[in-house]
């Protein structure tokens, strides 16, 4: 019975969550130009300017907090590997040096790697150098993340 309520609270809580970064997300954006973003094939716009807003259009909740933090994603690396996307990111403005940075990479990750364009979602194992001591070893130990080294590509928002 305790965890059947557990449960449901978590569930109640999560629903609430979304609800509520939806609706931040609605406030923020143009939701016709979402709309539009995200039904745009991410290989037809690889090499232009809406590449990375497409990017963000594919995000849940976690573009709330990008967004209603200062923060973004740049496009360190994107190559094709059997017709999808590889990707590796890195997280721009404010996100650079927030606390909750481990989940807002896992979350990034989880939402792209959802779209059946995007094969794989890795970061720029330079973000690991904008973590203290401590959050380095956080993140290498529990982030469910991989950190590469890649070339760098001017993509951002």
């Known amino acids: 019975m305790d965890d059947d309520l557990v ?30 973003l995200r039904n745009l094939s991410l290989h037809d716009v690889m090499e232009s300017d809406h590449f990375v807003p497409a990017l963000l259009a594919r995000l849940g909740a976690v573009r709330a907090a990008l967004d209603g933090h200062g923060g973004g994603i740049a496009v360190t690396s994107a190559t094709v590997v059997d017709g999808r996307l590889d990707l590796v990111l890195d997280l721009t403005g404010a996100c650079l040096s927030c ?3 481990p989940g807002t990479l896992e979350g990034v990750k989880t939402d792209l790697e959802g779209d059946g364009e995007i094969e794989r979602v890795r970061f ?4 690991l150098d904008t973590f203290d001591d401590l959050g380095r070893e956080f993140i290498l130990a529990h982030g469910k993340v991989e950190f590469v080294d890649a070339p760098t590509d001017s993509s951002e928002a």
């Open 124 to 127: 720029s194992a330079a973000l």
């Open 7 to 36: 449960a449901k609270y978590a569930a109640e809580a999560k629903a609430a969550m979304e609800a509520e970064a939806a609706r931040r997300v609605s406030e923020a954006t143009d939701p016709q130009e979402e709309e539009r």
């Open 99 to 101: 606390g909750a940075a």
